[in-house]
């Protein structure tokens, strides 16, 4: 039974996001707020809005582990899994933007998150600092944006969501968000819970692992559909904004809610195989600026070799 919940919750938990962040821009373009300003905001903070859920339920029900797991574990699933697999599929020739802005901001949230764990608790403090940078970056974006004409991908999304449904339909669609996050979350968290008791494992490890590939499953199918679109831009710049709000928003808005701590096994493995992956992230991006099979490939293994270590660790 626990196992179908799990799925359930992270079936309630994708479609929840999905429910909400269309008929929050479709509010928005009611209420004539611009295309620029609902692509940086609404379609970002809704897309991330299932882990936040499963963060917060799950700092706020005393299991931390499954709130930083999660994060953790899906920042590496992003670049390991997803990008590998993305680049094996369709080869991405890397915008410099990817390097001197996109790569940079993950790297500082993945330290500034190192430093803040070494207690081993994120409090309110942190948690602010967080946020502040991804309100700051966000904002400097969307002025960069305007000033120099650039087209982001978010608002192209927006543009789809036009439409003359009444307005109520689009309420009803925001409740019925709102309620699968809510379920989902709740879901998900009770049959990590009772997994991890049934088989007498950590709940760190089912949320590295599960979780984790779970919640990266919409990065996954956004990213593979832009390869073969050949959108590629939308591809690196999905996953590496994904691993920023994770830690930023995320964890950023959480900490601010409720204290997490953070298990000591996080602090000596799974976040310096994030750092990790990320600083490799740099030199393949960087190497003809351009991603492809056989970089995909390194990638996809790293991932597979933390997934091994994982499991040999927990038996």
Known sequence: MEYLQLILGLVALIAGGEFLVRASIKLALRLKISALVIGMTVVSFGTSAPELLVSLEAALSGHPDVSIGAVIGSNISNLGLVLGIT???????????????????????SILFYFFALDEQLVFYEGLVLFSILVLFTSWLMLRSRKEGLIVSAVQEVSEQKDNAPVWKDILVLLLGLIGLYFGA?????????????????????????????????????????????????????????NVFNILAILGITSMVHPISVNPGINSFDVYYMLGISAILLPLMLLKR??????????LVLYLIYIGIVVSIEL
């Open 290 to 299: 351009k991603l492809n099979a056989s970089k995909g490939a390194i990638l």
């Open 87 to 109: 680049v094996i599929i369709f080869p991405i020739a890397v915008n410099k933007d990817s390097i001197k802005v996109d790569w940079p901001l993950m790297m500082l949230a």
């Open 186 to 242: 709740e879901w998900l968290i009770e049959s990590v819970v009772i997994i991890a008791r049934n088989f007498d494992i950590s709940e760190k490890f089912i949320s590295v692992s599960i979780v984790a590939f779970g919640t990266s499953l919409p990065e996954l199918v956004t990213s593979t559909v832009a390869a073969f679109r050949k959108e590629t831009d939308i591809s690196i710049g999905n996953l590496v904004g994904s």
